[in-house]
Structures are given as structure tokens and as C-alpha cells.
């Protein structure tokens, strides 16, 4: 069985009730996007994983039989009427976590060269996610929310 998240082809709703970023957070995001991206590359991150689209042909090419393909569909939305006001806030903060681990993997990237504008961002990150925890914690209803998407391909041996 093979698993690959589609992160470009994930759904995202941004409303206007939740919190925006603010310019200087967007700023500070934008300015490391190059570096980033070019230490990825340097990694040879991302590049060594096959199209989606060949993973079938791959599977029956090792010699694996009945080769079946699935998608995932995962959604997160923390306003979701089925979830309890704990599942809400945990769901807020796990994209919380998620934000400032992408700072720190950017510190450890880009070295100590950004690092106060790091300690900027993580300050922005945070108190825009304490206003979306705020909101969910007054039932106030924001309709932020993200679907994943996961091919499955499987087959026999």
C-alpha cells in the first residue's frame, strides 16, 4: 500500500471572520520563502517521489496484481456542528502547532541569520491563533476550515 498526501490539491477557507494575518506576519513569511525553497532544493526534498498519476503503473510494473486506487477526503473544521468545544480547541491548536513548526524547521534552515524575525513571527503566529481560540471559546462561528486529500494505491503480492 502506498499513501501520498495531495497537499496541492487541499481546500482551504480563509473568511473574513477569522483573524487575517497581519502585513508584517505575511511579510515575514513572504521574505522566507526563497531561502526555504532553495535549501529544500539543495535536499533534493520532494524529488525523488513519483507522480501520483505512476503509482498504479508501478505497482503492476514490481509485479503486484489487483492494483486498486482510493482517495481520502479529511476535513478539519473546527466549527463543525459534531464536535465537542474540547475537539474545537484542540483542532485550533494543532494548526497552531503546525504553524510554529514550520517556523522552526525555517530556523533550522535558514540558520541564525533570521532569527529575530522569527521570534517576530512566532509572537504574530500566536496571538492571531489566541484570537481564533478566543472566538471558538464565545461559540462565535468562523467557518475556517481545510480538506486533505490522500491517494491510496494498493495491490497484491
Do not use: C, N
Amino acid at each position: 500500500i502506498a499513501m501520498m498526501a495531495l497537499p496541492e490539491k487541499s481546500l482551504v477557507s480563509m473568511p473574513e471572520g477569522w483573524p487575517a494575518m497581519t502585513a508584517r506576519e505575511r511579510a515575514i513569511w513572504d521574505g522566507m520563502r526563497d531561502p526555504f525553497e532553495r535549501a529544500e532544493a539543495a535536499r533534493s526534498v520532494g524529488r525523488h517521489w513519483p507522480d501520483p498519476a505512476v503509482l498504479p503503473t508501478l505497482f503492476e510494473e514490481i509485479g503486484l496484481t489487483h492494483v486498486r486506487v482510493d482517495a481520502l477526503a479529511l476535513p478539519a473544521v473546527p466549527d463543525d456542528a459534531r464536535l465537542t468545544a474540547e475537539q474545537r480547541r484542540r483542532m485550533i491548536e494543532a494548526d497552531l502547532r503546525m504553524a510554529l513548526e514550520r517556523i522552526e524547521m525555517a530556523a533550522q534552515l535558514l540558520g541564525p541569520t533570521h532569527g529575530i524575525e522569527l521570534d517576530e513571527l512566532r509572537t504574530l503566529v500566536e496571538a492571531r491563533f489566541a484570537k481564533r481560540l478566543d472566538a471558538a471559546e464565545r461559540g462565535e462561528k468562523v467557518w475556517d476550515y481545510s480538506v486533505s486529500f490522500v491517494l491510496v494505491v494498493s495491490g497484491q503480492a
